[in-house]
Structures are given as C-alpha cells and as structure tokens.
C-alpha cells in the first residue's frame, strides 16, 4: 500500500508541476507536451528525426503506397524501389529529413537538395510527379541503380 500511495505522490507532484509550467506560460498554445515514449511531432510528423528547421513540403501527412509509387517507373528494380521507398519515407510524399551538412531529402524518394536545381527548378520536389521525376534522374545519375541513396546497402540494392 505504501509503494501506491508513493506512486500517486509522485503522479500528483509531476501534474502539480506541468499545471504550474502551463499557467507561468512556459508552453505555447497548441504546443504538444512530449513524454519519453512520446514521439516529438516536428512538422506534423513529416520530420521523423525531428529536427527540421523548416518544413519544406509542409505539416499535413501524404501516405502513398510504395508499390504504386515504384510502379509509376517500370526501369528500375520493383522490390528494390519498394524496399528503398519504405525506409527512406515510408511512403509519405511530404516527408522531410534534415542532414547534419544543412541539406534536406524530400518527398517519396527523399530527393536531395543538392539534385533540386537539376530535377525540380530548384524548389522542393514534394509533389508526386516531381518528385518521381527527380528520383528517376538520380538513379540513372548512380548508373541505373539505387547506389546514391544511403539506404541501398539495407536493402541490397547498391
């Protein structure tokens, strides 16, 4: 009984505390409060690594079905494109992930920002088309195949 009444303390103590922070004005309105087994929700879950500056292709969600998106371009290895889809965006066209040397990937295919002026005008390709378009120029640019995207190696598709 002791060991639950000390659990309840605590429960009260933190609540008594995030209502305290709340009231001061340490969170903004509309800000989510995360927890240890809370994910952050930078650029509404665009930005998995949660640490986008910006959110290039914006905060709304666009799932896309891997194998649909692949199927749009039959040049390239189906199960490779698939797999590399998966785990370089999961299939969200509005995905976003910031790299350590300030660039980002984008999109589907997660298109860097150095292919941008070759591929999309040198705007984000973060519409399905484009982005399509851009990902079929960097896998010829790699020799026709997956090699210039980091997760080809998981997927045995360098």
Known sequence: LSHL?????????????????????AYAPGMTIANATSPLN???GNCPSNDCPGCPCGTA??????VAMCAK???????CCQCIVRHESGGN???ANYNSNASYDVGVWQVNTVNWNSCSGGRAPCDI??????????????GNSFKLWSTCGGCGCC
Do not use: F
């Not at 969600?61 to 891997?66: E, I, L």
């Not at 371009?73 to 199960?79: E, L, R």
């Not at 088309?129 to 790699?142: D, F, H, M, R, S």
């Open 129 to 142: 088309e484009t982005n399509l378009q851009c990902a079929i120029k960097v896998w010829q640019w790699g």
């Open 42 to 44: 930078t650029c509404g």
């Open 73 to 79: 371009y039959s040049g390239w290895n189906q199960a």
């Open 93 to 95: 066209a509005n995905a």
């Open 61 to 66: 969600r666009s799932a896309q079905d891997p």
């Open 5 to 25: 009444h000390h659990m309840k303390t605590i429960a009260l103590l933190v609540l008594v505390a995030l209502i305290g922070s709340v009231a001061a004005g």
